[in-house]
């Protein structure tokens, strides 16, 4: 099937079969391989991605699903002047990563409620919540949890 | 040069980058031309006659390049031994199964396609035809030897006697005698990336491989020997790997398929494990059913301890037939006890191969041996802090000889313990579970282990290189699996040096240029690739004052090596600008004995007896690596390690059905940790140097799956107020509930 789809800023128009999964379209279609591939079920979050605004689990979605709409991956996380989003320099800042698998979905997963309502950082439980979405093997999430707050506490994301 | 203790800091890593920015470059991630993708066709049956492989449909299927079963291959290679050559003598471990499956999910032929969706399709064509066997899942009953796996050969593969035979008077004198029965469960890695081989044919009858591995060097050797190439045809190039735990060490029977299928379709063949297949037919850890006998005189005095510990190691031998040994090894814990006598078996069982996972062994010891010291407190009526600290070996007796063959190098288990209890608050806990035990509330238990463990074994390569524009190049023979090592090992040579860790960058995990290495696990990395680094970065700065004096017309005792720069007869040279006119570089092998790190974990949970929950209220972990180069990065791998051991404390088990067909296929049932499920966690350390190095690091990063698990389940003991021993891990709350009763 034809689609075509915006990617972080930039049109592609795509020839896929119906069973193609976003992740795969986004990794070997657009050349996008910053989208990790965790489970291929759902569960883990490795593969979160933004669709219109929304994280979403891009292993669970077609790609013929995403026809016309926008999708924001981790390659399109910072400013296009290269300035990092807030929430990249906090991972790093906290250590939120170690083999760094997992933190392309937890940083978009993160974006996009910090986007919605930046005040999530505010309420332990509901912070709690959003990242108990994401499975990490190598950091017991804590120095996730700092870095997500203290992102929310820098300067605005770049865009 | 450095202060001891002080090689370092906190710094954050330079790796984090390109990870956070989606640039990192997994093996998934590689864009290689022509490049094909894999999968493999699995039996169903965890053991049985291999009948018939059709692979006719497979071949029709669009886009599929090539399928081979074992039958269609003139000479299938063999999967190599990881540690214990003795296993292999007659349990040969073809890459395709041959004649027979011995578990579930072994690779019974492969399947290449275009892409990945299309290898799949061509897999799932295929037609096995398999007469079923009976499935032999628990070690000990394997090792009657009703169902044998191998025909004509016993299925204890390994058995091992460590320590003097005890004598028969120490159990009639002592005057408490316990005895309990452990069930380590078999466990599942689950490394966020699983495994992941790329292999291309190059011209002049070579492959490069990029491999998710920790060991490129061996799995040169193991990929040459395995396809008769010559080593130096063989090329293992380690890109960035997302976690592997123990689980990519070895060279597993898919890695040499997918190389055969690549020579044979003379193009690059890549095969990405799914999380399915790291559930079902990946590598497993742990797995060991234990018995163990403990003594004591009345005032606490521990006198003899006793282990039976027998390992399923899986159908297959070859790559963890040494872990119920290490088990054995540590079978004296932290203590001073005068007779131990182990006997270890590894015995196959039709379960997917087993091979180290985080801990590798000493969880399994510190487990039976910290919930048999809990026993032992109850039946004495002393506090268990009390008959630990009365037991533990004495600071002043190392290094260590254990009845069991290691030398403990050096260690305070006290301070650590005590360390433990201050900053958990001991008798204030004491004091409210007193309160509720008096007056009524949600039962609260306190649960201690003191463990020991080994890091290190084998030597490492490190080589260092001062260039003329300042910067240095430093190699070593160890592999990142998600450590850090470039930063890591960039803060050792730049402490030693004095120079701007910045300038210095670091070469590994790339057969064609580092010469040699053994690679990163049994947390080796820093306490023998630190070592080495170091050591190459001392005989530098030789070389540079021996130039400068050459220079200078002066005896090289008079050149002094300061921040970077040689001081001689007057004179000031950067080592930049000795090395302008010739290359200044150093090599430099460490080969430190193993280390044992140590440590002390206290657990506070809260059990719901009618729902058989678990709440870890607080969870205090006191390790001890000597030497910490970079307590921010320590820390994360001890933090993650202990996020791994409540893992196995309460949720993860690899679970087979009687016909040994894993019930676990997907994350949904094998349940990890998420943010939700970690407590209130302190972390802290008490510092004894490595006595064996110049460095004075000792393994970090495996402590937490050793602590945990025995703190835990002794605390839940305590709280139910029953014997640890009634409990199984994981802890779910069926367990609790009824062990609750």
């Given at each position: 099937?034809?689609?075509s789809?915006?990617v972080?800023?930039?049109?592609?128009?795509?020839e896929?079969?119906?069973?193609?999964?976003l992740a795969?379209?986004?990794?070997?279609?657009?050349g996008?391989?910053?989208?990790?591939?965790g489970?291929?079920?759902?569960?883990c979050?490795?593969?979160t991605v933004?669709?219109?605004d929304s994280a979403?689990?891009s292993?669970?979605?077609f790609a013929v699903?995403c026809?016309?709409?926008?999708?924001r991956?981790?390659e399109?996380?910072?400013a296009p002047?290269?300035t990092p989003?807030?929430l990249?320099?906090a991972f790093?800042a906290?250590?939120?990563l170690q083999?760094?698998?997992c933190t392309?979905?937890?940083?978009m997963?993160?974006?996009?409620?910090?986007d919605?309502d930046p005040?999530?950082t505010?309420?332990?439980?509901r912070?709690r919540?959003?990242?108990t979405?994401?499975l990490?093997?190598?950091?017991?999430y804590?120095?996730?949890?700092?870095?997500v707050?203290?992102?929310a506490?820098?300067?605005?994301p770049?865009? | 040069?450095?202060?001891?203790?002080?090689?370092g800091g906190?710094?954050?890593?330079v790796e984090?980058?390109p990870l956070v920015s989606?640039?990192?470059?997994?093996v998934a991630?590689?864009?290689v031309p022509?490049?094909t993708?894999?999968?493999f066709?699995?039996s169903?049956?965890?053991?049985g006659?291999l009948?018939?492989v059709?692979?006719g449909?497979?071949?029709q299927?669009?886009g599929?390049?090539g399928a081979w079963?074992?039958g269609d291959l003139?000479e299938i290679p063999?999967?190599p031994?990881l540690m214990?050559p003795?296993?292999?003598?007659g349990?040969p471990?073809p890459?395709?199964?041959?004649?027979?499956?011995?578990?579930?999910?072994?690779?019974v032929?492969v399947v290449v396609a275009?892409?990945?969706?299309?290898a799949?399709?061509g897999r799932?064509?295929?037609?096995v035809t398999?007469?079923p066997?009976p499935?032999?899942?628990?070690?000990?009953?394997?090792?009657?030897?009703e169902?044998l796996l191998?025909?004509?050969r016993s299925n204890?593969?390994?058995e091992?006697?460590?320590?003097?035979?005890?004598?028969?008077g120490?159990?009639?004198r002592?005057?408490?005698?316990?005895e309990?029965?452990?069930?380590?469960?078999l466990?599942?890695h689950?490394s966020m990336?699983?495994?992941?081989?790329?292999?291309r044919p190059?011209?002049?009858?070579?492959?490069?491989?990029?491999?998710s591995h920790q060991?490129?060097h061996?799995?040169?050797?193991?990929?040459a020997?395995?396809?008769g190439l010559?080593?130096?045809?063989v090329r293992v190039?380690?890109?960035d790997?997302?976690g592997?735990?123990?689980g990519k060490s070895?060279?597993?029977?898919?890695y040499l398929a997918?190389?055969?299928?690549?020579?044979?379709?003379?193009?690059?063949?890549?095969w990405?494990?799914d999380?399915?297949e790291a559930?079902?037919?990946?590598p497993?850890?742990?797995?060991q059913?234990?018995w163990v006998?403990?003594a004591?005189d009345a005032?606490g005095h521990?006198?003899a301890l006793?282990?039976?510990?027998?390992?399923a190691?899986?159908?297959?031998?070859h790559?963890g037939s040494?872990?119920?040994?290490v088990t054995?090894?540590?079978?004296?814990g932290t203590y001073?006890?005068?007779?131990?006598?182990?006997?270890?078996?590894a015995?196959?069982?039709?379960?997917?191969?087993?091979c180290?996972?985080r801990?590798?062994?000493?969880p399994e010891?510190?487990?039976?041996?910290?919930?048999?010291v809990?026993l032992?407190?109850?039946?004495?009526?002393?506090d268990?802090?009390q008959?630990?600290?009365?037991?533990f070996?004495?600071?002043?007796?190392?290094p260590?000889?254990?009845?069991?063959?290691?030398?403990?190098d050096s260690?305070?288990?006290?301070?650590a313990?005590d360390?433990?209890?201050?900053?958990v608050?001991?008798a204030?806990?004491?004091?409210e579970q007193?309160r509720?035990?008096?007056?009524?509330?949600t039962?609260?238990?306190?649960g201690i282990?003191?463990y020991?463990e080994?890091?290190?074994?084998g030597g490492e390569?490190?080589?260092?290189?001062?260039?003329a524009?300042g910067s240095?190049?430093?190699t070593?023979?160890?592999?990142?699996?998600?450590?850090g090592?470039?930063?890591t090992f960039?803060q050792?040579v730049?402490s030693?040096?004095g120079?701007?860790?910045r300038?210095v960058?670091?070469?590994?995990?790339?057969t064609?240029v580092?010469?040699?290495?053994?690679g990163s696990?049994a947390?080796?990395s820093?306490?023998s690739?630190g070592e080495a680094?170091?050591?190459a970065?001392?005989?530098?700065?030789?070389?540079?004052?021996?130039r400068?004096?050459?220079?200078?017309g002066?005896?090289v005792d008079?050149a002094?090596?300061?921040?970077?720069?040689v001081r001689?007869?007057g004179?000031?040279?950067?080592?930049a600008?000795?090395a302008?006119?010739?290359?200044l570089r150093?090599?430099?092998?460490?080969?430190p004995p193993?280390a044992?790190?140590f440590?002390?974990?206290?657990?506070?949970?809260?059990v719901d007896?009618?729902?058989?929950?678990?709440?870890v209220?607080?969870?205090?972990?006191v390790?001890?690596y000597?030497?910490?180069?970079?307590?921010l990065?320590v820390?994360g791998q001890?933090?993650?390690?202990?996020a791994q051991?409540l893992?196995?404390?309460l949720?993860?088990a690899?679970?087979?059905?009687?016909?040994g067909?894993p019930?676990a296929?997907?994350l949904?049932?094998?349940l990890l940790?998420t943010?939700?499920?970690m407590?209130?966690?302190?972390m802290?350390e008490?510092?004894?140097p490595?006595?064996?190095t110049?460095?004075?690091?000792?393994g970090?990063?495996?402590a937490?799956?050793i602590?945990t698990?025995p703190?835990v389940?002794?605390a839940?003991?305590?709280?139910l107020?029953i014997?640890?021993?009634v409990?199984?891990?994981p802890?779910?709350p069926?367990?609790?509930?009824?062990a609750?009763r």
């Open positions: 099937m034809r689609i789809l915006t972080n800023g930039e049109k592609f128009r795509l896929v079969e119906p069973r193609r999964t795969d379209a986004l990794r070997e279609d657009c996008l391989t910053g989208t990790h591939l489970c291929e079920h759902g569960v979050g490795a593969c933004q669709v219109d979403v689990r292993c669970l979605m699903q026809d016309g709409h926008t999708v991956t981790v399109g996380l910072a002047d290269g989003h807030p990249q320099s790093t906290e250590h939120a083999c760094g698998f392309p979905g937890f940083l997963l993160a974006a996009a409620a910090l919605e005040a999530i505010d309420d332990p439980d912070l919540e959003l990242l979405s994401n990490c093997r190598c950091t017991g804590e120095s996730i949890r700092r870095a707050r203290r992102a506490d820098m300067p605005g770049p865009d | 040069m450095a202060e001891p203790g002080t090689p906190s710094v954050t890593r984090d980058g989606g640039h990192g470059c997994f991630d590689l864009r022509g490049c993708e894999a999968a066709v699995r169903d049956t965890a053991h006659r009948r018939a059709d692979l449909v497979s071949r299927v669009p599929v390049l079963s074992a003139e063999l999967v031994v214990d003795d296993v292999d003598g349990r471990w890459a395709l199964a041959v004649d027979r499956v011995r578990y579930s999910g072994e690779p032929a275009e892409d990945r969706y299309l799949e399709d799932d064509a295929a037609r398999l007469d066997l499935a032999v899942l628990d070690p000990q009953v394997a090792a009657r030897d169902v191998y025909p004509g204890v593969a390994v091992t006697t460590l320590g003097d035979p005890i004598d028969a120490v159990w009639e002592a005057a408490v005698v316990v309990a029965r452990y069930r380590y469960p466990l599942c689950t990336e699983a495994r992941a081989i790329l292999v190059d011209t002049g009858g070579g492959i490069t491989v990029w491999c060991a490129p061996r799995l040169r050797g193991d990929l020997d395995a396809l010559e080593a130096d045809k190039v380690v890109p790997v997302g592997a735990f123990g070895e060279t597993w029977p898919e997918v190389a055969l299928a690549a020579l044979r379709l003379d193009r690059p063949v890549r990405v494990e999380r399915k559930l079902t037919a990946g497993r850890g742990r797995g059913s234990q006998r403990l004591s005032g521990l006198l006793e282990m039976q510990t027998d390992a190691v899986g159908g297959y031998p790559t040494f872990l119920p040994e054995g090894r540590m079978a004296a001073a006890i005068p007779q131990v006598c182990v006997r270890a078996r015995v196959v069982t039709t379960t997917p191969p087993l180290p996972y801990g590798a062994g000493r010891a510190a487990y039976a041996v910290e919930c048999t809990d032992m407190a109850r039946r004495l009526g002393m268990p802090a008959l630990r600290r009365l037991n070996v004495r600071p002043e007796a190392f260590f000889d254990t009845p069991t063959g290691f030398r403990y260690g305070d288990y006290a301070a313990l360390l433990a209890l201050r900053t608050g001991y204030d806990w004491r004091s007193a509720r035990r008096a007056h009524g509330g039962p609260l238990g306190l282990c003191t020991v080994r890091s290190g074994a390569y490190g080589a260092l290189e001062a260039h524009d240095f190049t430093a070593s023979g160890c592999c990142s699996t998600g450590q090592h470039a930063t960039a050792v730049a030693e040096l120079v701007d860790r300038r960058r670091l070469i590994e995990a790339d064609a580092v010469p040699d290495g053994v696990f947390s080796r820093m306490q690739g680094l170091l050591r970065a001392r005989d530098l700065v030789s070389e540079a004052r021996e400068a004096a050459a220079r200078t002066v005896r008079t002094s090596f300061e921040r970077g720069a001689a007869n004179s000031t040279f950067t080592l600008e000795l302008a006119d010739r290359p150093s090599e430099a092998r460490a080969e193993q044992f790190p440590g002390a974990y206290v657990a506070v949970v809260e007896p009618e729902l058989g929950t678990v709440h209220v607080r969870l205090v972990a390790d001890d000597g030497t910490v180069v970079n307590p990065v820390r001890t933090y993650g390690s202990i051991g893992g196995q404390a949720y993860e690899d679970v087979h059905d009687e016909e067909v019930r296929v997907s949904l049932d094998y940790p943010l939700s499920e407590p209130e966690v302190a802290d008490t510092c004894t490595n006595p064996n110049l460095l004075g690091a000792k970090a990063g495996e937490g799956c602590g698990p703190a389940v002794n839940v003991a305590d709280a107020r014997d640890p021993t409990l199984a891990i802890l779910t069926r367990v609790c509930w009824e609750g």
